[in-house]
Structure formats: C-alpha cells, structure tokens
T-cell receptor, first 117, second 109 residues
Framework: GAVVSQHPSWVICKSGTSVKIECRSL??????MFWYRQFPKQSLMLMAT?????????EQGVEKDKFLINHASLTLSTLTVTSAHPEDSSFYIC?????????????FGPGTRLTVL | GQNIDQPTEMTATEGAIVQINCTYQ??????LFWYQQHAGEAPTFLSY??LDGLEEKGRFSSFLSRSKGYSYLLLKELQMKDSASYLC??????????WGAGTKLIIKP
C-alpha cells in the first residue's frame, strides 16, 4: 500500500494561534488528497478535498477561511487551522488516492492530534 | 439523504467468529470499503467489494449484496489485537466516500 506521512503527529497550542499540518505522499503522486476530522468515538468527517494546483473543495459547514488548504505539489498538502479554539481540538487525518487507482481506495496518514487550550 | 448503518458496539470471545453488518442507502453505488481503526490511529484498509458475493482474505472476509444494500465483515479466529473499530464506507455516484459511524469490537479472553 501507499505510504502517507503527517506532521506533526500531535500539537498543543493556545487559543487564537494558527496551526499548520502537513500531509505527504511518500511513494506516489497524488492529484487529490482528503482532509478528515474525527472527534472522540465518532466516525470520520470529510472536511475538504484538496486538488493539486487548484482550490480545495470544502464540505458543507466547514469554514474555508478557518481551515486553509494548500496543495502545492503532487506530494504535499497542508491544512492550516487559523485562530484555533478549544472546539477545534480533534484528530485530523489526511488521505490520498493514487493517480493510478482503479477505485477510490484511500491511504491514510497517521493523523495529527490537535489540542487547543 | 445518504445513510450508512452499523452497530455501535459488539463483543466477542477470543478464538470465535464475529460478523459485523453494514446497511446503506446512497445515491448510486461504486463500491464498499471496510477499514479497521485502532484507538488513536488512522484507519487501515481491509477490503473493497463492488460485485455481489464474498471476498476472502485470510481471517477476514467481506460480503456484498447490492440489491439489499447490505454488506458484512466476517472475522474468524479472533485475536485480542482485533479489538478495534471497523468502518464501513460506500462510494456514491459522485465517487465520494460516505462513512458509517463505525462498530467498536471488543474481544474478551
């Protein structure tokens, strides 16, 4: 399977600060990356679809000015949580779909646990 | 609307067999995934079904009936490390993944 990395794996920050999370596809090119959020004991919630070279597509209810996504290359997408608040504390996971995938299997990064104090 | 239903939690005994069901109502269907997620970790791929029938892969098998909007994941010879959440996800007509809430499986010795 594909290898996807995320950095940092965990972060603690003060309310009002911005946090950047990186998602890297290590062994293949990915035109599309997905960003998910998962609250404790809940399933994955798709936040946005990140497309290389174009604007991200956000799901309904997700503020695009708060969750800035940049997909600058075929191997890197970043999610910036701007002016983070305690309610943004969650597990953020990215996933990628290989260019050559015949179906939409997604390979997940290890996740980033964000705690906002 | 689109909906994926799975039991919230199941308990089974080490060495036994357990079946986790998933029913779905989605706008179109382009396949169904099962993922395993251990606490605090990202999901890992288990299986993909797009045609009716049973797909076997070692101790894990996945079944699909498109006419019934139904799938199950069958785990045999349960081991303690199988304690995890199991997520069912359906690819709809727009090739979007619709996720179920997951089934937490507890394995007892």
């Amino acid at each position: 399977g594909a290898v996807v990395s995320q950095h940092p794996s965990w972060v603690i920050c003060k309310s009002g600060t911005s946090v950047k999370i990186e998602c890297r596809s290590l062994d293949f090119q990915a035109t599309t990356m997905f960003w998910y959020r998962q609250f404790p004991k809940q399933s994955l919630m798709l936040m946005a679809t990140s497309n290389e070279g174009s604007k991200a597509t956000y799901e309904q209810g997700v503020e695009k000015d708060k969750f800035l996504i940049n997909h600058a290359s075929l191997t890197l997408s970043t999610l910036t949580v701007t002016s983070a608040h305690p309610e943004d504390s969650s597990f953020y996971i990215c996933s990628v779909t290989p260019l050559a995938a015949s179906y939409n299997e997604q390979f997940f990064g290890p996740g980033t646990r964000l705690t906002v104090l | 609307g689109q909906n994926i239903d799975q039991p919230t939690e199941m308990t089974a005994t080490e060495g036994a067999i357990v079946q986790i069901n998933c029913t779905y109502q989605t706008s179109g269907f382009n396949g169904l995934f099962w993922y395993q997620q251990h606490a605090g970790e990202a999901p890992t791929f288990l299986s993909y079904n797009v045609l009716d029938g049973l797909e076997e892969k070692g101790r894990f098998s996945s079944f699909l009936s498109r006419s019934k909007g139904y799938s199950y994941l069958l785990l045999k010879e349960l081991q303690m490390k199988d304690s995890a959440s199991y997520l069912c996800a359906v690819v709809d007509s727009n090739y979007q993944l619709i996720w179920g809430a997951g089934t937490k499986l507890i394995i007892k010795p």
